[in-house]
Each structure stands twice: as structure tokens, then as C-alpha cells.
T-cell receptor, first 114, second 110 residues
Framework: DGGITQSPKYLFRKEGQNVTLSCEQN?????MYWYRQDPGQGLRLIYY???????QKGDIAEGYSVSREKKESFPLTVTSAQKNPTAFYLC?????????????FGPGTRLTVL | AQSVSQHNHHVILSEAASLELGCNYS??????LFWYVQYPGQHLQLLLK??????LVKGIKGFEAEFIKSKFSFNLRKPSVQWSDTAEYFC????????FGAGTILRVKS
């Protein structure tokens, strides 16, 4: 069964702590993305990676970091520098070529910082 | 800057009513257009897409959308909604990157 998995589904952290969100895909897609979803704001791009060992900042990268050591995995770290980290985080991937414009999404992780 | 605007944030309809959700984009070049849907508790999934060709695009579950280049629009339509269409709908456009609209929450009353 091909797809994107994100874990955990719900995550609670204390203010000031870093937290890492997992994203794994077995679709053999090259490109992977992290979005943040807030009510009434749609999806905003945090980071993206088009190839292993390379990634680029999106529109709201401040306070976040990523790594792409394996094709299948693109973990996102929410650092203590992120001013308002409580949100729903979505990971996505897209196939190469023309299909790169169509993204496939994981189930999301809801992060709550207390 | 590339942007996507969805006209309504909340829409409430009765079953069997017709649906039209507005979407306008701004980008000077060629765009690929998408509608995604997020049912309660489920993944964001693709409803339909337009890359080229016939501007009237058919998607899953009886949805369709029409690309009108002169109006920079890609409105989503369904002739008769069902209670199971209750969800949040996102329009997205890929010009030089994928940009999402703010979303429209549709509630269908049974």
C-alpha cells in the first residue's frame, strides 16, 4: 500500500521545547514538502526538498528546520524560536516530471504547545 | 506575487442544492489548477485538476470545474450536493510554485 505516513497524529509539547514531526513516503517520489494549516489561512509552505540532501525554505520557514538524508523521509523540527507553533502540519510529496505539480498529502500531525 | 483567492469561507446548503465555489488566481504565465478536498478526519485529497486542453474538467464524486483564462478563475461546481460532501475545499494554483487558497468550509444539511 503506497502512501505518506505522518506520526504522531497528535503531539503536545511544553513551550520552549523543540519537537520533531515524522514524514515517510513509499511512493518513490523525489520531492517532499511541509505545510502548516491554520483556520482561514489555507496551507502555507514551510520547507520543500526536490532531492535527497537538498532543501529550500518556503514562505514561513522561520523557527523550523528540516533534513533530507533519505528519499523516503523528510522530518520537520519545530524549534523554540517558532513564535506560534500550535497548528496542523501536513507533509506532501510529488512525482517527477509534469506530475511534480500535483502533490499527495499525508494525514497530518496536530501540534499543540502548552 | 502568485496568489489564490476563494470567495467564500463558509457555505451552508441543503441536500440536493447546487454548489458553486469561486476561485480566482493571479499569475502572469501558464498555471496548473487544482481543487483539493479535506473530509472531516481524513487526508487532503485531490478532487480534480487542470493542466491543459478542455477547460471543463470532471473530477471525482460528480464535481467539475471550469477554467476561464480571461477571468483567471477556476470555479468548482456540483449540480446536487449530498450530506457526505460536507468538507473543506481548497483551490490551488501552480505557476512557479503551488499556492493554496484559504479554503471554503461546506456544510450540507440533511
Amino acid at each position: 500500500d503506497g502512501g505518506i505516513t505522518q506520526s504522531p497524529k497528535y503531539l503536545f509539547r511544553k513551550e520552549g521545547q523543540n519537537v520533531t514531526l515524522s514524514c515517510e513516503q513509499n511512493l518513490n517520489h523525489d520531492a517532499m514538502y511541509w505545510y502548516r494549516q491554520d483556520p482561514g489561512q489555507g496551507l502555507r509552505l514551510i520547507y520543500y526538498s526536490q532531492i535527497v540532501n537538498d532543501f529550500q525554505k518556503g514562505d514561513i520557514a522561520e523557527g523550523y528546520s528540516v533534513s533530507r538524508e533519505k528519499k523516503e523521509s523528510f522530518p520537520l523540527t519545530v524549534t523554540s524560536a517558532q513564535k506560534n507553533p500550535t497548528a496542523f502540519y501536513l507533509c506532501a510529496s510529488s512525482p517527477p516530471g509534469q506530475g511534480i505539480h500535483e502533490q499527495f498529502f499525508g494525514p497530518g500531525t496536530r501540534l499543540t504547545v502548552l | 506575487a502568485q496568489s489564490v483567492s476563494q470567495h467564500n469561507h463558509h457555505v451552508i446548503l441543503s441536500e440536493a442544492a447546487s454548489l458553486e465555489l469561486g476561485c480566482n488566481y493571479s499569475y502572469g504565465g501558464t498555471v496548473n489548477l487544482f481543487w483539493y478536498v479535506q473530509y472531516p478526519g481524513q487526508h487532503l485529497q485531490l478532487l480534480l485538476k487542470y493542466f491543459s486542453g478542455d477547460p471543463l474538467v470532471k473530477g471525482i464524486k460528480g464535481f467539475e470545474a471550469e477554467f476561464i483564462k480571461s477571468k483567471f478563475s477556476f470555479n468548482l461546481r456540483k449540480p446536487s450536493v449530498q450530506w457526505s460532501d460536507t468538507a473543506e475545499y481548497f483551490c490551488a494554483a501552480y505557476g512557479n510554485k503551488l499556492v493554496f487558497g484559504a479554503g471554503t468550509i461546506l456544510r450540507v444539511k440533511s
